[in-house]
C-alpha cells in the first residue's frame, strides 16, 4: 500500500513569511509525529499526535511552531514568521503497533 | 528529559570487516528499540528493532542486543559491504499509550566501509 506522503517535497521562502508543510500517514495509523533534521543532524522530535489530540508538543521550538490533525488522517505542521534558522528537513511518520514509517520529508530553506 | 546517546559518530571500517554501534537510554520505561538506516538525501529506514523482552535478534548481517540493566543497546554489522556506507540512527520509544510513544533518536553514526 501508500507510504507517507509529505509535500511539498522542497519549500523556498523568504524570512518572515509562513510556510505550512503537509503530511499524509498511512491509512489506519493511529500515530502521527513531525520531526526536523538539520543538514547533518539527528531527528529532533517536534509533536506527536494520537489521533486528532496532541499528548506531547514539547519538541515544538517555539510558538511561532504548531501543527494540527484533522480525521485521524493529515496532519500540517505551520512555521509562521520564518527564520533562517528554521531551515531543515521536515520528516513526518506515521506508527502502527510494531512500525514506524517515515515520509520523504519537506526540505525547507529561508533564505 | 529523555536522551539516547550514541557512539561513536563517524565509524570507518575496511569491507568484510564488522562494524558495533552503541546507544545509552535514559528512561527507564523505554519498551522499543529500533534503529534506522539513512542514505544520503533519503527518508529513514527501519533495518532492525528489539522490544524490552528479549536480549538480542537478529537478521541475517545485522544483530541488535540490549541490556535492560545498563539501558544500552547495540547494532552489529557483520562482514560489511560498501552499500552498508550510511548514517545509521538508534532510537528508543518513549513509553506511551497504545505502544506508539515519540521515539527519541540518538545523533547518529556515519558509517564508511571501504572497499
Known amino acids: 500500500g501508500a507510504g507517507v506522503s509529505q509535500s511539498p517535497s522542497n519549500k523556498v521562502t523568504e524570512k518572515g513569511k509562513d510556510v505550512e508543510l503537509r503530511c499524509d500517514p498511512i491509512?489506519?495509523?493511529?500515530?502521527l509525529y513531525w520531526y526536523r533534521q538539520r543538514l547533518g543532524q539527528g531527528l529532533e522530535f517536534l509533536i506527536y499526535?494520537?489521533?486528532?489530540?496532541?499528548?506531547?508538543k514539547s519538541g515544538l521550538p517555539s510558538d511561532r511552531f504548531s501543527a494540527e490533525r484533522t480525521g485521524e488522517s493529515v496532519s500540517t505542521l505551520t512555521i509562521q514568521r520564518t527564520q533562517q534558522e528554521d531551515s531543515a528537513v521536515y520528516l513526518c511518520?506515521?506508527?502502527?503497533?510494531?512500525?514506524?514509517?517515515f515520509g520523504p520529508g519537506t526540505r525547507l530553506l529561508v533564505l | 528529559g529523555e536522551n539516547v546517546e550514541q557512539h561513536p559518530s563517524t565509524l570507518s571500517v575496511q569491507e568484510g570487516d564488522s562494524a558495533v554501534i552503541k546507544c545509552t537510554y535514559s528512561?527507564?520505561?523505554?519498551?522499543?528499540f529500533p534503529w534506522y538506516k539513512q542514505e544520503l538525501g533519503k527518508r529513514p529506514q527501519l533495518i532492525i528493532d528489539?522490544?524490552?523482552?528479549?536480549g538480542e535478534k537478529k537478521d541475517q548481517r545485522i544483530a541488535v542486543t540490549l541490556n535492560k540493566t545498563a539501558k544500552h543497546f547495540s547494532l552489529h554489522i557483520t562482514e560489511t559491504q560498501p552499500e552498508d556506507s550510511a548514517v545509521y540512527f538508534c532510537?528508543?520509544?518513549?513509553?506511551?499509550?497504545?505502544?506508539?510513544?515519540?521515539?527519541?533518536f540518538g545523533q547518529g553514526t556515519t558509517l564508511q566501509v571501504k572497499p
Open positions: 511518520a506515521s506508527s502502527s503497533p510494531g512500525t514506524t514509517n
Open positions: 491509512s489506519g495509523h493511529t500515530a
Open positions: 499526535f494520537q489521533g486528532n489530540s496532541a499528548p506531547d
Open positions: 528512561d527507564s520505561a523505554s519498551n522499543y
Open positions: 528489539i522490544r524490552s523482552n528479549v
Open positions: 532510537a528508543a520509544r518513549v513509553h506511551g499509550s497504545s505502544n506508539t510513544g515519540k521515539l527519541i
